[in-house]
């Protein structure tokens, strides 16, 4: 086993943001002390963003010189622990539970390795209370004999040094603490689409997702080991999730079909019939709906999709879906259903879409 030697601080961290202004401090400030990072944060939801905070802190500690530990990502104990304090609000009851569990342990992380002194990242986050973390420290070194270090790195202009710290590292900056109750709780009070748990059945990449942030994450690093410089930047956009799709023939059978993604349905729901066929395009007669094969799209996506399900379970990239659409017509900001089918049916058909359009902004690498 790992033994920690001579003066050293264990250090729970939360996330880049907090971690590396505050590690940046603390080698300041306790230059004989030797640190240790550890990542312990089962409170995370969902695990792709787990994931893409821990990858971020694993880059920060890497910068910085830091040894990282990583604690187990046991996230059906620690909702156990908050069971019956889902509805508190942030800084209440439940987050002083969370910090007690992580606190925990992190003080038997600490002993384990022979070490007597603990402090954690939370303590800089302007989203947690600081005399909540020291009550709860405190008690812990009643109990376990582990020092907490409450030091204050927030005050004094440190809460801008931090956001300074967190531009000029290009950090990745979550807009929610972590937990599934808080982000609940804050995209209700946003009025905002609570996007971040949606996981299509086909595992596609959406836009703006937790995915595809882990992705440009990954990547940044293989930028830095390769030595070459970027930016991160972020843009507007419209963004599309979709609930639920369905096509039925006559009243009730169902009909092999998949959407492309950003076709919408403004009433949800149309019902009608294929009129015309124009370039292999068939064009229903209600609501700008376009149909076209399972072979016609094969031959626009270069593909050889056998069935419906196979399209559903393993489809193109979005980007990709976007160029078929553009060779239909379809111009960026167009909203057309356009829908795959095994074959065109003449009867009449309904179509109900259940999806949502609405702005929202994304981070993509520029090569500098």
Known sequence: MWKL???NILVHICCSVDSHFFLEKLQHDYPEEKLT????????HPYSEY?????DVQRSCKKLGIDLLEGEYDFEAWMQAVKGLEKEPEKGARCEVCFDKRFSVSAKKALELGEKKITTTLLVSPLKSQEQLKRVGDDFYEKNGVEFIAVDYRSGGGTQDQSRVTKEEQLYRQDYCGCIFGLTMQRDQQDKLMDEMFSPISAQTMPASIEERLEM???RMELE???IEYKIVRQKFLNY???NFKVTQGKSISVPAYALSYSTLARKKAQGRIEFEIDKVHYFNR?????ITLDTFNLACANDYKNINELIF??????EEFRIRSSYGCTNYDLTPIIVVEKIIDEKLTIEIDAKTYEDVREKIIII
């Open 51 to 55: 994931q893409l905070r821990y990858l």
């Open 225 to 227: 080991d390769k030595k």
């Open 37 to 44: 990072g550890f990542f312990y944060d089962p409170n995370i």
């Open 241 to 243: 999730r979709q609930f």
């Open 287 to 291: 609501e700008e709906i376009k149909f």
């Open 217 to 219: 994450y990954r990547y």
């Open 5 to 7: 030697q001579g003066k």
């Open 314 to 319: 393993n489809p193109p990239s979005i980007e």
